[in-house]
């Protein structure tokens, strides 16, 4: 709806930039089809908005020339105006188009659409595993609050990996969720197929090394380890959990 009163539309332009910023100061970089998503503009507002940021060398765009494909990063400049009066700034990397891998573009874009997902439902706190210290022995892709106040961790997964590997996964995973480090740990897929496959695969899993040692797994241990679709994720809540 057009806002007639000059103000206002100042005020929401305002507002428009600075969500964009926000999202930028922790994702770094985004393609406009998901930044439209996030602001709820069409693609043609957005780069107006785009364009706006560009003209305060906020941001800037980079074409990836593998992909054929344009991206938006958050510059130096962006990241000072990227928080607001009241909040605690805090070192987040600024956008360098040399540290793109082409490879993993779709993964980052997948990750940002999970958070929108989660946020969408009201999970709280989304935390991006890049940016938790690098001594913890496995980072997941993100950490997020679910609406019964659960620390999930999040693993984005387009690729598959060896069985031996996520035994190993599954072991840090289960330990860290019994020392009270996550209540439970997502695996998210871009497709259901992908989906039903690993978990598939996951299903092969009957033990996990510990201390040099053969532990069991037990469907009590499968509970914490969920696997899902992009697009059926996060889970809807039952009711009788929502506190």
Not at 166 to 186: D, M, N, R, T
Not at 216 to 230: A, C, E
């Amino acid at each position: 709806m057009l806002i007639s009163n000059y103000q206002e539309r100042q005020q929401r332009t305002a507002d428009k930039q600075q969500r964009l910023l926000t999202l930028l100061r922790d994702e770094t970089w985004s393609a406009a089809p998901m930044m439209a998503q996030w602001l709820n503009l069409s693609i043609s507002a957005t780069y107006k908005t785009l364009s706006r940021l560009e003209q305060q060398h906020l941001i800037k765009v980079y074409y990836v020339e593998d992909l054929k494909y344009k991206i938006w990063g958050i510059t130096p400049d962006g990241l000072l105006m990227a928080w607001q009066q009241d909040e605690v700034m805090q070192n987040r990397p600024y956008f360098q188009p040399s540290k793109i891998k082409p490879v993993m573009m779709q993964h980052h874009l997948d990750l940002q659409q999970a958070r929108l997902n989660a946020e969408q439902a009201g999970w709280q706190n989304w935390y991006l595993g890049s940016l938790l210290p690098r001594q913890i022995g496995k980072r997941p892709d993100a950490i997020v609050t679910s609406l019964n106040e659960q620390i999930i961790a999040v693993e984005l997964e387009r690729t598959v990996k060896t069985k031996k590997r996520y035994e190993a996964i599954f072991s840090y995973y289960l330990q860290a969720i019994k020392q009270g480090q996550y209540q439970s740990v997502h695996y998210v897929c871009p497709s259901p197929e992908f989906a039903t496959r690993l978990k598939r695969l996951f299903n092969l899993i009957e033990s996990v090394p510990v201390a040099g040692e053969r532990v069991k797994i037990q469907d009590k241990h499968r509970q914490k380890l969920p696997v899902f679709s992009l697009n059926n994720w996060p889970p809807k809540p039952e009711k009788h959990l929502i506190r």
